[in-house]
């Protein structure tokens, strides 16, 4: 499959605790993002990488979250001191290029109880 | 600040009707304006992309048009079909990075 992987698919944890999710985007996309989306809503921008350089970061992104790329492949994002705010569905999605369209992965959901 | 808006929330139709999703978007610089489909707690699939320059695009029975100046798109549907089901989403990037996403359009084609 060379589409975007997230993993896990499935995160439960309780608050307080950290998480870290992995996205592998497609090969040879050099353009990373992640979004999150909650229930009945549209995703929301979080951040994104070109190559392993992190050019934007949204608002919704506290100082828990923090988001990398460390050779310009797979990016992982972790949330420290999990709050029941933060459940949602995390998406990653990656392009070739700016002008191009964005692929998304399958995401990956978490839950804080 | 860029606001995406889809109309309606919700649409219920039976199978074989042509129909059209709307989506609407404040401001007019943008780069470019992607459909999307999600289905139940997945993630999402690309389904159209049109450029800025672009006035439309065709995938199979979907059509996809653009008129920037009045910040509208909308999605067309022939002939739909039951897994057609599912919610659609439009969303515009202004500038070279994020996606700006509607709400939503949650779809049902009744056999």
């Known amino acids: 499959d060379t589409g975007v992987s997230q993993d896990p698919r499935h995160k439960i944890t309780k608050r307080g605790q950290n998480v870290t999710f992995r996205c592998d985007p497609i090969?040879?996309?050099?353009?990373l993002y992640w979004y999150r989306q909650t229930l009945g809503q549209g995703p929301e921008f979080l951040t994104y990488?070109?190559?392993?350089?992190?050019?934007?970061k949204s608002r919704l992104l506290s100082d828990r979250f923090s988001a990398e790329r460390p050779k310009g492949s797979f990016s992982t994002l972790e949330i420290q001191r999990t709050e029941q705010g933060d459940s949602a569905m995390y998406l990653c999605?990656?392009?070739?290029?700016?002008?191009?369209?964005?692929?998304f992965g399958p995401g990956t959901r978490l839950t804080v109880l | 600040k860029q606001e995406v808006t889809q109309i309606p929330a919700a649409l219920s139709v039976p199978e074989g009707e042509n129909l059209v999703l709307n989506c609407s978007f404040t401001?007019?610089?943008?780069?470019?304006l992607q459909w999307f489909r999600q289905d139940p707690g997945k993630g999402l699939t690309s389904l159209l992309l049109?450029?800025?320059?672009?006035r439309e695009q065709t995938s199979g029975r979907l059509n996809a048009s653009l008129d920037k100046s009045s910040g509208r798109s909308t999605l067309y549907i022939a002939a739909s079909q039951p897994g057609d089901s599912a919610t659609y989403l439009c969303?515009?990037?202004?500038?070279?990075?994020?996606?700006?996403f509607g709400q939503g359009t949650r779809l049902t084609i009744n056999p």
């Open positions: 999605a990656s392009s070739l290029m700016a002008d191009n369209e964005q692929f």
């Open positions: 401001d007019s610089a943008i780069y470019n």
């Open positions: 049109i450029q800025s320059s672009q």
């Open positions: 969303a515009v990037k202004k500038g070279a990075q994020k996606l700006v």
């Open positions: 990488f070109q190559n392993e350089a992190q050019l934007e």
């Open positions: 090969s040879e996309h050099n353009r």
